[in-house]
């Protein structure tokens, strides 16, 4: 079993920063590449940044790369996805997800992030 928990959603101005962290406990969360997803309304989830537990590999959609960094402590058993310069699209719901081959996907109940412009 993992467990997700998200926090540091708000509301804030377009051009603003927010930092979303992820704690995640288990006996098998270390085998999971964990990574940050979301949704907002009438859309469909989309997975927007990923990372291993070591942060040797990463990934990054498209349209929040140069602007999102995704980071992980493993020590802590935190993940975190720094996200600068907020459009009013960034708008959603965000799931940290922790996802590797053979195992149960897990998520957390998500955060709200609202920009405003």
């Known amino acids: 079993q993992v467990q997700l928990h998200e926090s540091g959603g708000g509301l804030v101005q377009a051009g603003d920063s927010l930092r979303l962290t992820c704690a995640a406990s288990?006996?098998?969360?270390?085998?999971?590449?964990m990574g940050w997803f979301r949704q907002a309304p009438g859309k469909e989830r989309e997975r927007v940044a990923a990372t291993n537990w070591s942060g040797t590999t990463t990934y990054y959609a498209p349209s929040v790369k140069a602007r999102f960094t995704i980071s992980a402590d493993n020590a802590k058993s935190l993940v975190y996805l720094q996200m600068n310069s907020l459009k009013p699209e960034d708008t959603a719901v965000y799931y940290c997800?922790?996802?590797?081959?053979?195992?149960?996907?897990?998520w957390g109940q998500g955060t709200q992030v609202t920009v405003s412009s």
């Open positions: 997800n922790a996802q590797a081959p053979g195992l149960r996907v897990y």
């Open positions: 288990g006996r098998t969360v270390s085998r999971h590449t």
